[in-house]
T-cell receptor, first 116, second 115 residues
Framework: DAGVIQSPRHEVTEMGQEVTLRCKPI?????LFWYRQTMMRGLELLIY????????DSGMPEDRFSAKMPNASFSTLKIQPSEPRDSAVYFC??????????????FGPGTRLLVL | GENVEQHPSTLSVQEGDSAVIKCTYS??????FPWYKQELGKRPQLIID?????GEKKDQRIAVTLNKTAKHFSLHITETQPEDSAVYFC??????????????FGRGTSLIVHP
């Protein structure tokens, strides 16, 4: 398995533009997490899905952020409009719950977003 | 919700020394405690984890201890090597019936091992 795949790996955009980040979880994993990492705030959980259904989006900073998971193999995180303070590394992670236990959470390589 | 505190934020040691990173958590229902290592520019990767039914777990040079009463857990790295230099994150979550599986992460510890 190729692991969690994210695209793009790097994104530079101008303030006000729409940004879409993509994630392909590991096949068979039923949990998908979106994180944001900055020096100031560390690793923040934005939203997570279980079996393609959003379970908790309380970490989403504001209405400019939205996430979808149309099927078990694809998720997107969209920022519209983007702002300079959204600059961060965005990680997608997937995992599997088996017999009530959470298996290892696997992270993707991340998308480095810079909003000018 | 859960709150995880991690100390120190930076740790500098000489090669061969031991390193200890400590985390405390607030929710007594948390029962799963993973540790992640993140090298510069890379993704976080799980290095060891512990569940609340055990007090200690060891894997070669790394070990994790858990004190449920005091609600703290620690990562121990012995015989440190330069390649151990990275940021280490602790996390806490709840598994099982009624568990949310949402991990709460500490702020991270930057470990620097000097040759």
């Amino acid at each position: 398995d190729a692991g969690v795949i994210q695209s793009p790996r790097h994104e530079v955009t101008e303030m006000g533009q729409e940004v879409t980040l993509r994630c392909k979880p590991i096949s068979g994993h039923d949990y998908l997490f979106w994180y944001r990492q900055t020096m100031m705030r560390g690793l923040e959980l934005l939203i997570y899905f279980n079996n393609n259904v959003p379970i908790d989006d309380s970490g989403m900073p504001e209405d400019r952020f939205s996430a979808k998971m149309p099927n078990a193999s694809f998720s997107t995180l969209k920022i519209q409009p983007s702002e300079p303070r959204d600059s961060a590394v965005y990680f997608c992670a997937s995992s599997l719950v088996y017999s009530g236990y959470l298996e290892t959470q696997y992270f993707g390589p991340g998308t480095r977003l810079l909003v000018l | 919700g859960e709150n995880v505190e991690q100390h120190p934020s930076t740790l500098s040691v000489q090669e061969g020394d031991s390193a200890v990173i400590k985390c405390t958590y607030s929710d007594s229902a948390s029962n799963y405690f993973p540790w992640y290592k993140q090298e510069l520019g890379k993704r976080p990767q799980l290095i060891i984890d512990i569940r609340s039914n055990v007090g200690e777990k060891k894997d070669q040079r790394i070990a994790v201890t858990l004190n449920k009463t005091a609600k703290h857990f620690s990562l121990h790295i012995t015989e440190t090597q330069p390649e151990d230099s990275a940021v280490y994150f602790c996390a806490a979550s709840k598994e099982g019936s009624g568990g949310s599986y949402i991990p709460t992460f500490g702020r991270g510890t930057s470990l620097i091992v000097h040759p």
